[in-house]
């Protein structure tokens, strides 16, 4: 692909200013997409990243000049390991599972598609930005072959005053069992705080209408899987 300017020199800060902007778009569209599922990487996450790395990408192409010293390239492979390392920070491993992997790829994918638009590459970054969220939703069809085999966890904290409210919570989620599980006595209820696994599709407006509908429930949060 040419390396040309689409602006006169004079204007160059303006063509930069524009590509960064449209690699904050594409963060913002990716965040989006993230935060809808409750991810704990959502907008905010996806936007800082796609705006610092192509602030890098465009300070390394346009604010030296001295090549004998410097090579673009090498600011370029740096934002690349130091995105690995914000991703390597998201990744947890709780009871014998994996989680964040999904949501660290996808901050390591915005730092490259922010890179790209930064260098002005926009149809492959803006291809690729379209490319990756039709993929996350086709995915996310309610198709057996698409269907995640793994659990979502739960953290629910609820209180039972008069009935069995953890036999109640038990039926609402479809589970056996918690996979944690403590009470405290505070006046006159006992509160509970407990860690689940579900196979059912946990999202905001099912959280939502949860705490509205069982008054016993006083929180319900949906933690990071690898979804």
Excluded at 58 to 66: E, L, Q
Excluded at 152 to 181: G, L, M, Q, Y
């Amino acid at each position: 692909m040419p390396d040309i300017n689409l602006l006169p020199e004079n204007l160059l800060w303006l063509e930069c200013l524009l590509r960064i902007l449209l690699a904050i778009f594409l963060g913002f569209a990716l965040g989006v997409e993230r935060q809808l599922r409750l991810k704990v990487a959502g907008i905010r996450t996806h936007v800082v990243v796609a705006t610092g790395a192509a602030l890098f990408t465009v300070v390394s192409k346009y604010g030296f000049t001295d090549t004998d010293y410097f090579n673009a390239a090498q600011v370029a492979a740096q934002v690349v390991s130091g995105i690995g390392f914000i991703g390597a920070g998201m990744i947890l491993h709780r009871q014998n599972a994996v989680h964040g992997l999904t949501s660290a790829a996808g901050i390591w994918l915005t730092a490259a598609i922010a890179m790209a638009a930064a260098a002005g590459m926009y149809y492959i970054a803006i291809g690729a930005a379209v490319l990756i969220i039709l993929i996350q939703l086709f995915l996310h069809l309610p198709f057996g072959l698409f269907k995640e085999k793994h659990y979502t966890e739960v953290r629910i904290v609820f209180k039972s005053p008069t009935e069995d409210s953890p036999t109640v919570i038990k039926k609402i989620f479809a589970i056996t069992s918690f996979t944690e599980f403590k009470a405290e006595r505070k006046g006159d209820d006992i509160i509970y705080y407990a860690v689940l696994h579900t196979k059912k599709e946990i999202n905001a407006e099912i959280i939502y209408n949860m705490v509205n509908e069982y008054p016993f429930v006083i929180s319900v949060e949906k933690t990071e899987s690898d979804r």
